[in-house]
């Protein structure tokens, strides 16, 4: 039996969008738990929810847990020093007090990005390791979006990632992270480590499992394990995020450093071979509209959009209203789009009731390019408090409070408001209104893959468009400071630096 300090910190940031990320976003984000400490981690941990929860149901030892701190909070602008500085320091400051311990479990993102630290997670895992010393094996869970960078591969010794995007994986990962562990604790800490960067960019867009090239990929990583090795990981990299190690990696940890050497480079090998194969049609407001409206007419299902450029869950503003602009402007009928953040058009649908009218601006207020509020009269279907569980694979049953909440319609479309920020990756962000979604033509939602997960099964097709927003599908629209040059933008693109 081992004792073992486990804690969380994740934040995926999104470096080109206004607003930060400080320790109130922490503290009580409208989708997630907000702020847990000791034996809250266990409680709210014991069945299901993040890999922290396959973690402590994946091993088989009665081993001794010592929960420290665990926080999440919704994708958004650079964590502030404030809130980065008080949550590292408490998870520091609380490992300091469960000392002597034999082991660390970090359940981290991979892409967070501080006010000081562009390697959020690194400097952590430096102030884990100066903590525990140089015999403590450090597990780490990563999401999918990960930037992996040299001192996340030096300072852990096993990085077990997602294998899914959509996210649907996260149990098995924390399962997959204690068998890790559990072999570090007989075997010691693994000399073999290597890390190798892919030469371009990956747009979000592009880095579905649920197709190819990604599907394909993410098998073959899973099926070059060998016994020699602890971990081996493909993470396909957040693009928004600005660091000089930005983009997919190929990481590994073996007891060989032969091994580690052969793996990331066989899989490294492979997706350099289907650079060519990333791509997905993105399209304007307008065209996406017109082509959904063409497919609507003889589909059984809905046509559902990806507004992919506004994804809360890549730190988007949730207010853009490109594609509300669309819908009307094309005589939309029977669809829907959402969620827009506008508390004050929430409040106005509360104060003037079901089946009144309203003259307003909604969304828009976003100081970002192209982004313009849409002025119309809307009228009043539903309001309702903003509180809802979740039912989808991705969210896993959550509740979600995203404060007062209204179902207006202009025209032919609907459209969801909510006061908090919320990506439509869960059928409910619609359906708490009353919403059938079967029977719709169109639905057009915020998000950019995780919404694939739960409305796929219901959808006659599925694309993307690109509407003004904070989330760039292209990222060589970013105004990078720090990315390493030599980098090309998107595969087959042209390099930063020529």
């Known amino acids: 039996m081992a004792r073992i300090a486990i804690a969380g910190f994740m934040h995926e940031t999104n470096c ?109 895992l430096r102030r884990v390791r100066a903590v525990v010393g140089e015999d403590a094996p450090i597990v780490i869970s990563l999401d999918y979006h990960a930037n992996v960078s040299a001192q996340m591969v030096q300072h852990a010794d096993a990085i077990l990632p997602y294998w899914t995007y959509p996210h649907v994986d996260q149990f098995d990962t924390g399962k997959r992270a204690a068998v890790a562990m559990q072999r570090l604790l007989v075997d010691g800490r693994p000399k073999g480590r290597a890390l190798r960067h892919l030469p371009f960019l990956l747009p979000l867009n592009f880095q579905c499992t649920l197709v190819e090239p990604s599907k394909g990929i993410v098998e073959a990583a899973a099926a070059r394990l060998s016994d020699d090795m602890l971990s081996l990981a493909y993470l396909a990299g957040f693009p928004p995020g600005d660091l000089r190690e930005c983009g997919p990696t190929v990481s590994a940890h073996a007891y060989s450093q032969e091994e580690a050497d052969a793996a990331v480079d066989e899989i490294a090998q492979l997706i350099a071979l289907k650079e060519a194969e990333f791509a997905e049609p993105l399209l304007p407001p307008d065209d996406a ?36 602009e669309a819908l009307v402007q094309n005589n939309a009928q ?43 009269r809307f009228k009043v279907e539903v309001v309702n408090d903003g509180v809802y569980q979740t039912t989808g694979p991705v969210a896993q049953g959550k509740m979600h409070n995203v404060g007062k909440s209204a179902l207006l319609s202009i025209g032919g479309v609907k459209v969801a408001v909510a006061s908090e920020r919320v990506q439509a990756h869960d059928r409910s962000v619609f359906e708490h209104f009353g919403v059938v979604l079967q029977d719709l033509d169109i639905i057009v939602v915020k998000s950019t893959a995780h919404y694939r997960a739960h409305f796929d099964p ?25 990315l390493r040059d030599g980098v090309r933008y998107y595969p087959l693109g042209p390099v930063r630096g020529d």
Not at 51 to 62: H, K, Q
Not at 80 to 87: L, P, Q, S
Not at 291 to 318: M, S, Y
Not at 465 to 474: E, L, Q
Request: proline share 6%; glycine share 12%.
């Open 458 to 482: 219901i959808a006659e097709t599925t694309f993307a468009a690109i509407a003004p927003g904070g989330h760039g599908a292209n990222p060589v629209d970013f105004a990078y400071q720090k």
């Open 334 to 376: 029977n669809a829907i789009f959402g969620v827009v953040k506008d508390s004050d058009v929430a409040a106005m649908a509360h104060e003037a009731g079901v089946g009144a009218e309203f003259e307003t601006d909604l969304g828009g207020q976003a100081d970002l390019p192209g982004v313009i509020p849409f002025h119309g």
């Open 289 to 324: 509209v017109k082509e959904a409206i063409r497919i609507a007419a003889g589909a059984a299902k809905p046509v559902v959009i990806a507004d992919t450029q506004d994804n809360p869950g890549c730190g988007g503003t949730a207010d853009t209203v490109g594609m509300l």
């Open 16 to 124: 080109f969008v206004p607003d930060t990320t400080d320790f109130e976003n922490f503290a009580n984000p409208p989708d997630r738990s907000g702020i847990l400490r000791g034996e809250e981690i266990l409680e709210t941990f014991a069945e299901k929810g993040a890999s922290t929860a396959g973690f402590l149901n994946g091993s088989e030892n009665n081993h001794e847990i010592a929960p420290l701190l665990w926080t999440s909070t919704t994708p958004g602008g650079y964590v502030t020093k404030n809130a980065y500085e008080r949550i590292a320091g408490e998870i520091i400051a609380r490992l300091s007090e469960e000392l002597p311990v034999d082991a660390v479990y970090l359940d981290l993102h991979g892409a967070m990005v501080s006010e000081e630290f562009e390697d959020g997670e690194g400097e952590l």
